[in-house]
């Protein structure tokens, strides 16, 4: 069964940490691109991150410098280590190849 699912969400407060993981299973989870998206309730979708399949990455510019998405492809496992939280950075985050594969998200809540 082809799959993302999500972990890691929780609540913080302003300016601390969060590691979200992203497990794949079904596919060649080293063959792809992958994605960290965020949705805001109410509001779309915010692409957040991307790493290739050698390992560079990318990122919206609300994040550089805070957040690090990385991937252990012997582990079939996606991260994005989140640091400095804001109240902005609040959302449910997906993980994706940024086509048809989807994570079922992970709430993450920035609040004092």
């Known amino acids: 069964q082809v799959q993302l699912v999500e972990s890691g969400g929780g609540l913080v407060q302003p300016g601390g940490s969060l590691r979200l993981s992203c497990t794949a299973s079904?596919?060649?989870?080293?063959?792809?691109?992958m994605f960290w998206i965020r949705q805001v309730p109410g509001k779309g979708l915010e692409w957040v991150s991307t790493?290739?399949?050698?390992?560079?990455?990318s990122y919206t510019d609300s994040v550089k410098g805070r957040f690090t998405i990385s991937r252990d492809n012997a582990e079939n496992t996606l991260y994005l280590q989140m640091n400095s939280l804001k109240p902005e950075d609040t959302a449910v985050y997906y993980c994706?190849?940024?086509?048809?594969?989807w994570g079922q998200g992970t709430q993450v809540t920035v609040s004092s």
């Open positions: 994706s190849d940024g086509l048809t594969l």
């Open positions: 790493i290739n399949k050698g390992g560079t990455s």
């Open positions: 079904g596919f060649t989870f080293s063959s792809f691109w």
